[in-house]
């Protein structure tokens, strides 16, 4: 069945050409197009294009059928050319000409365009809820071991003392900018764009007003041109938010990676979250965090993929934009489950102590001990080069303390203001 059917026979090899996957994908989709239907129906109800008794029987009809999309009972048979159709099929064998009703003022178009902004509306608000979660963990393990140096590094050497604290509230911060993207995304698909019809909205005097409320929409997307176009640009704007987040815990994994061999021995993973060598007994492999690394490159281009089949596109509704369901909503949930592994992981990491007794570490304090100089007096240039003299002369004697006072320093590092920051950004 095809919301488009003409009577003229479709050729299968161009069917199957032009479904594609849809009918797998569409089943993320169900539930959101039911629930647009169910709103759909009481607007044309308030309007009087349906009657009193068609309304109610068709949005009981809709929460039966989202009851089996929620137990699994729901599927999209080859038949079926995607969600929109299979549900307009069940409405119409259950209710007959009601059933056929549904449609009226309405196109595919704005259907997925609805269907996907009330989902991608739900998975964002499921991202920012792991993302706290994860701030959460990392602000804990910055508490605990607040006091415990590290090792800084620029250019992969030896730099500046740094601590745990330092580390785990670091990337804890860099979480705040993520939710802060995430609201960016929220926001632009919190726009409601049902009643665009194909593009170009419908001379039925339908309420759009209505339907916004129904839906739970902040606010409407009010030109219909518009509202076609929102479909790639809040794909994009989700993708974009979606690698702000992946480029976090991409790099938190690949310190994990670095900081866990034994050239750093930094810290350690227990047996559980390291995997093993087919030949070499002793290997123990961080390959969770190794993949979380790989899964949150991968998603870093999405939104490239996602500009290159939208970008040259005029104005109204093509075709191409059904591929965009294909990279988004496998990287959804490929970032859920990274966030998930992150989240068991990282509170069973341990953390060295006395890692700066080791006596390659002592030129971390050379920065210490000449703004000491400048301090007691001496001139920063000529302290530079009397640190650096002494160095070359082996005669450099590492204080092995730290004394930084302004905020977000080592000694200082605003672990409450910065669970007030995220406070105000979630």
């Known amino acids: 069945m095809k919301l488009w059917e003409k009577g003229i026979p479709t050729d299968k090899q161009i069917e199957q050409f032009t479904v594609g996957n849809d009918r797998e994908l569409d089943l993320v989709l169900a539930k959101y197009d039911a629930l647009g239907s169910i709103a759909h129906a009481k607007m044309l109800g308030q309007i009087g294009l349906l009657t009193e008794v068609e309304t109610t029987s068709l949005v009981d009809a809709l929460n039966e059928i989202i009851a089996d999309i929620v137990v699994g009972n729901f599927e999209i048979e080859?038949?079926?050319?995607?969600?929109?159709?299979?549900?307009?099929?069940?409405?119409?064998?259950?209710?007959?000409?009601?059933?056929?009703?549904?449609?009226?003022?309405?196109?595919r178009n704005d259907q997925v365009l609805v269907d996907v902004h009330l989902y991608l509306k739900d998975e964002l608000k499921a991202i920012k809820e792991q993302v706290k979660t994860l701030f959460d963990l990392l602000m804990e393990s910055a508490e605990k071991h607040q006091n415990v140096l590290l090792p800084g590094y620029t250019h992969l050497q030896i730099a500046m003392p740094s601590s745990f604290g330092m580390w785990f509230s670091a990337y804890a911060e860099s979480l705040i900018d993520d939710i802060t993207m995430l609201n960016a995304a929220s926001k632009i698909v919190d726009q409601n764009p049902l009643g665009s019809a194909a593009g170009y909205g419908s001379s039925f005097p339908i309420n759009r007003t209505f339907t916004t409320k129904e839906l739970g929409f902040e606010t409407l997307k009010f030109n219909a041109v518009a509202a076609q176009m929102s479909r790639g640009k809040a794909e994009k704007t989700v993708a974009f938010a979606m690698t702000s987040v992946a480029g976090t815990l991409s790099k938190f994994a690949m310190d994990v990676c670095l900081y866990m061999s034994q050239n750093f021995d930094f810290?350690?993973?227990?047996?559980?979250?390291?995997?093993?060598?087919?030949?070499?007994?002793h290997k123990k492999n961080p390959d969770v965090f190794e993949l979380i690394r790989g899964k949150c490159n991968k998603i870093q281009a999405l939104p490239y993929e996602i500009t290159l089949i939208t970008n040259n596109l005029p104005s109204g509704y093509h075709r191409d934009l059904q591929l965009l369901k294909e990279g988004l909503f496998p990287a959804i949930q490929t970032l859920k489950s990274c966030l998930d592994i992150a989240i068991f992981s990282i509170k069973d990491i341990t953390v060295k102590d006395h890692i700066l007794e080791d006596k390659k570490y002592d030129y971390l304090f050379t920065v210490d001990t000449l703004n000491e100089m400048v301090v007691a007096g001496m001139p920063f240039r000529d302290a530079y080069k009397a640190v650096a003299e002494q160095l070359e002369a082996g005669t450099y004697k590492s204080p092995k303390e730290t004394k930084h006072t302004h905020e977000g320093s080592i000694n200082n590092l605003c672990l409450d203001a910065i669970k007030d920051k995220m406070k105000v950004a979630f």
């Open 267 to 281: 810290i350690g993973l227990p047996a559980h979250l390291t995997t093993g060598s087919s030949i070499m007994p």
């Open 78 to 107: 080859d038949s079926f050319e995607d969600v929109h159709s299979k549900i307009e099929y069940l409405l119409t064998v259950k209710l007959g000409d009601a059933g056929k009703k549904i449609h009226t003022a309405r196109s």
